[in-house]
């Protein structure tokens, strides 16, 4: 099996440090985002057969400023509900803010839609597309990709870990919902007496409503949106192995007769998808002329992390589970037994392929107990793993060579019959 050279390994590594130093704060629709953008058109241009790049527009702050108002209206839930007895309007106030905190969360976060996007400011953020021809006929096409913004910090990551995470996220969402049935039973009641009273059950479920108010005011400091990470690991990594594929190929003047090679450097992944969303949505057609699988990575740092996803948006989309088994080969002629993801709160630019019926899966090397590095001040240059980013470079390289050899992904198709 073909191993990563030295040469291109250091390229990947001195990449990743060169980036993270030159275009810092690299948030989703930022200028510095797009200057990095540009400069990865202008290396990709050296290897590549054609680069070109996409504006698309987009309103970076709703994917997770959405949570400041949810926790808002969470709050004044939580006093309609006692006021209630004042004043037969709150328990309706009540209940429409904190429906509208739910729906918030449902179609922001659990679908990664776009409800209340034209509340926040617009932004324009950029894709960046490269192709490596075949020497004869297109007859199929394998992209590799990766996105090159940055998270803004995530408070409770960088204080707490997973212990501190679960804790806010979990009691905060519960808490939300509780709020939520609260004033629905409330509403209901008003509608049901003349007078509402607080006494009873009632009391009793208004002091849980009062228990759940340290987790909601938690979550509103889950960003800090003062802190953009350098994102070395999330998602540069990704980039650095994606760009590698077809640099070594060019390198040793190679390729395939009827396989097109292609890397997607996506934009304002950390904004919902936005990037790989606006990519699929524009090419779909052309992608599904002719066959095309993507293998999106993601936060390549950890080898005995390695996961094939094609669990994706928290269990609200389903990838290619085809795709998956070409990867899975992959890696066991690698030497690595890649197991599929389990359910986790989140999503990679694969599910942003997927939700406009591509085939599509992604490759993450990040644990599920994330680490303190994660989105975080620490995914730093000096805080990479050169080992996964190697093994990470020979997987992605197998995948595209079993792909041609195989004829596409029939085969895989084929044995799921």
């Known amino acids: 099996m073909k191993k990563t050279s030295p040469e291109l390994l250091k390229y990947m590594i001195d990449g990743i440090k060169f980036v993270c130093q030159k275009y810092k704060r690299r948030s989703p629709g930022s200028q510095s985002e797009r200057d990095a953008q540009d400069y990865f058109k202008k290396e990709l241009s050296e290897f590549a057969d054609e680069v070109y790049s996409e504006d698309f527009t987009l309103h970076p702050h709703a994917f997770m400023g959405f949570i400041f108002y949810s926790a808002i209206f969470s709050l004044i839930g939580v006093a309609c509900y006692w006021l209630s007895p ?64 940055a998270s803004p910090e995530w408070t409770f990551s960088l204080h707490g870990g997973l212990p501190a995470l679960a804790a806010v996220i979990g009691g905060s969402i519960i808490g939300m919902f509780i709020i939520f049935g609260s004033n629905i039973a409330i509403f209901v009641k008003s509608l049901m007496s003349d007078a509402v009273v607080l006494e009873g059950f009632w009391k009793v479920l208004g002091i849980v409503n009062i228990c759940t108010i340290p987790f909601i005011i938690a979550i509103m400091f889950f960003i800090n949106w003062r802190v953009i990470v350098d994102g070395a ?17 060019a390198e040793n003047d190679f390729r395939f007769e009827n396989t097109e090679v292609c890397c997607l450097l996506s934009g304002s992944e950390e904004a919902g998808l936005r990037g790989a969303k606006a990519f699929a949505k524009k090419h779909r057609q052309e992608m599904l002329d002719v066959e095309t699988v993507f293998i999106s990575l993601d936060t390549m740092r950890e080898i005995k992390e390695f996961r094939i996803n094609t669990i994706g948006c928290t269990g609200t989309v389903h990838s290619d589970e085809a795709v998956g088994d070409l990867l899975h080969e992959a890696g066991m002629n690698c030497g690595v037994d890649i197991p599929r993801s389990e359910l986790y709160p989140g999503a990679v630019d694969a599910d942003g392929f997927t939700k406009y019926g591509l085939r599509a899966c992604g ?47 029939k085969k895989y198709d084929d044995a799921r019959k």
């Open 86 to 149: 004042v004043s037969s309007v709150l328990p309706v106030l009540g209940t429409v803010l904190t429906l509208l905190a739910v729906l918030m969360f449902l179609f922001e976060f659990l679908f990664y839609g776009e409800f209340v996007d034209f509340l926040f400011p617009k932004r324009v953020s950029r894709n960046v597309f490269a192709t490596r021809k075949p020497s004869g006929e297109v007859k199929r096409r394998i992209i590799f990709g990766g996105h090159t913004d």
């Open 233 to 249: 690991n999330d998602n540069l990594s990704a980039n650095y192995i994606s760009m590698a594929v077809m640099k070594e190929m």
């Open 363 to 409: 490759f993450t090397g990040v644990s599920h107990d994330p680490q303190t590095y994660y989105h975080t001040r620490e995914d730093s240059w000096d805080n990479i793993s050169p080992e996964c980013l190697e093994l990470s470079l020979d997987i992605c390289r197998e995948a595209a060579r079993l792909y041609d050899e195989n004829g596409g992904i």
